[in-house]
Nanobody
Framework: QVQLVESGGGLVQLGGSLRLTCAAS????????MGWYRQAPGKQRELDAA???????NYADAVKGRFTISRDNAKNTVYLQMNSLKPEDTAVYYC??????????????WGQGTQVTVSS
């Protein structure tokens, strides 16, 4: 089994910053892509940022220049540095990891989500 645990969400004012952390644990052989998604009330979950095992980054247009994804492969951990936050960034943020397990299977795992609220 594989678990993803997110932390770092909270309440921040307009223009503030937060750093989200997602740590994966369990029967992990390797983690390919890791990414951060958001889901605002009444909306579908959407990708904010992703990073491949080789370090290639992909960002949604809405967060380019404000959010930075990074990962520590040795710790199976991915981070999302969020700067210049706006009220429209308010959402539950989920971490996703594409994992190859020790049993030889491959699938995506999701974290439980962490709330980010930006006040104006």
């Amino acid at each position: 089994q594989v678990q993803l645990v997110e932390s770092g969400g909270g309440l921040v004012q307009l223009g503030g910053s937060l750093r989200l952390t997602c740590a994966a644990s369990g029967s992990i052989c390797s983690i390919n892509a890791m990414g951060w998604y958001r889901q605002a009330p009444g909306k579908q979950r959407e990708l904010d940022a992703a990073m491949s095992i080789g370090g290639n980054e992909n960002y949604a247009d809405a967060v380019k220049g404000r959010f930075t994804i990074s990962r520590d492969n040795a710790k199976n951990t991915v981070y999302l540095q969020m700067n210049s936050l706006k009220p429209e960034d308010t959402a539950v943020y989920y971490c996703k990891a594409s994992v190859s397990t020790a049993w030889g299977t491959a699938r995506d795992y999701w974290g439980q989500g962490t709330q980010v609220t930006v006040s104006s």
